[in-house]
């Protein structure tokens, strides 16, 4: 436009009729292509626009999909002052999140709408996210081109929704631990105690007061003048205690598909199911930080567990023994202690021994880094030779744990079920 006008100056003031013939047209065209655009340009959605985001669920899990549907209503007014216009609708999608239908960029003719859909516009699209976290869904770009597309208003609608992705979790059924000390609350573990519970302990004389569905009737048949009851082992919740190794040297693996992201799922499963089974569960994440989440019961605690994992940052040098300590401080000696590492240096082998030698029961889950690493490199004869090497490394320091404690080797390309029904089967119930 201002070569135009400058075109049309220097032709005037040279006399040059065919600068100027040649010029005028060409700025007369421009002109009329910015007059076609909406005459109040800095708040369309002010002026006459209705926008309306609508999203299917704000809380999912990984892998999941929300279905967005944005509605656009225009006033008459408005759509009479740029009827020639076309609009250009992007809605603005996180990282970590892919299109499964639908597109979140359409282009519409306005004259279309104001015809088929009476001033409204609608946009949908689905999205799937792969990684846990608090994902933003907009703003809303608008993009007004006029009929030649030669002028352009860019807008922005300032509304935006937020996700909340909850980290995968998998229903492990009939969860054992081995959890000897139990606390005097009713749950589902068989302590050495009788009282209210499901599992036989015995037979005795029938007292007064005693519930009539637990008299034995087929032993109380062979007496004259006496009933017997059966008696049950209590049943009795405990503590249990996630540790999360969340270091820098024990990240391995690619966003979404790190030690830690398998991590935090495995900690999210067992949190759920042993919640479900009325036990307390507390969580320490180690990093270059200390976070700790207090024992706790019910959906309350899971949800508090939860917000904890969408905000891990993991890093920091901080040494692994340091959590022994924390432990101690936190949680009773009475706790169930869930280590969760990629154990690929040795400090994973002598945090686990003094946690030992002070009392705990501790169980390990180590998600294969050498499976994940193994997952991003091509074939070939030295892919081989690495991966048998590290083998050999992280063998070594699950062998050194497996003398004084239980350890899962988890193949992450397998569900965590399949290896915790395999390391369970036979568990003594106390």
């Known amino acids: 436009m201002y070569i135009l006008a400058l075109l049309i100056l220097a032709g005037i003031l040279l006399r040059n009729a065919t600068v100027i013939s040649l010029t005028v047209p060409l700025m007369l065209f421009f002109i009329l292509s910015y007059l076609s655009l909406p005459a109040k340009r800095e708040g369309i ?9 609508t999203i299917s669920s704000d809380r999912v899990a990984e892998g999941d999909e929300v279905d967005i549907t944005i509605e656009i209503e225009f006033a008459p007014e408005l759509l009479d002052s740029m009827k ?4 250009e609708l992007e809605d603005s999608i996180p990282e970590f999140s892919e299109l499964t239908e639908g597109s979140n960029l359409h282009i519409l003719s306005l004259s279309q709408i104001e015809k ?6 609608t946009i949908r699209y689905s ?4 990684q846990r976290g608090i994902y933003e869904i907009g703003p809303l770009k608008i993009r007004i081109f006029d009929p030649f597309s030669t002028s352009v208003d860019h807008l922005e609608a300032d509304e935006s929704d937020t996700v909340t992705v909850m980290p995968e979790v998998e229903m492990i059924k009939n969860i054992r631990l081995n959890i000897r000390r139990t606390r005097s609350i009713v749950g589902d573990i068989n302590s050495r105690k009788r009282g209210i519970g499901t599992e036989f302990y015995g037979i005795r004389n029938y007292y007064h007061g005693d519930e009539l569905r637990h008299i034995n009737w087929k032993a109380s048949a062979r007496l004259e003048d006496a009933l017997l009851t059966n008696e049950y082992t209590a049943e009795r919740s405990g503590d249990v205690t996630i540790l999360i190794d969340a270091r820098e040297s024990s990240i391995l693996g690619p966003p979404g598909k790190s030690t830690i992201d398998y991590g935090i799922r495995a900690a999210a499963t067992i949190s759920m199911n042993v919640l479900n089974q009325k036990n307390r569960v507390g969580m320490i994440v180690f990093r270059d930080t200390i976070d700790v989440v207090q024992p706790g ?3 309350r605690q899971f949800y508090r567990l939860m917000s904890s994992l969408l905000l891990i940052k993991h890093g920091g040098k901080m040494p692994l023994k340091v959590a022994a300590w924390a432990i101690g401080r936190f949680f009773p000696v009475r706790s ?3 280590v969760i590492s990629a154990a690929n240096d040795s400090s994973i082998v002598s945090t686990v021994a003094e946690l030992c030698s002070h009392g705990y029961d501790v169980l390990v889950i180590s998600p294969s880094y050498v499976m994940i690493e193994a997952e991003n490199i091509e074939d070939s004869p030295e892919k081989k030779a690495a991966i048998a090497i590290e083998m050999m490394k992280r063998n070594g320091y699950l062998d050194e744990l497996r003398s004084f404690t239980e350890v899962i080797d988890w193949d992450v390309r397998k ?3 399949t290896y915790w029904r395999a390391s369970r089967r036979g568990t003594r119930r106390r």
């Open 297 to 299: 019961y019910g959906k």
């Open 415 to 417: 569900p965590l079920a």
């Open 127 to 130: 999205l799937r996210f792969s």
């Open 116 to 121: 088929a859909t009476d001033g409204k516009a």
């Open 336 to 338: 169930h202690i869930i």
């Open 45 to 53: 959605y002010e002026s006459g626009a209705r926008i309306t985001r």
């Open 84 to 87: 020639l216009a076309s609009l």
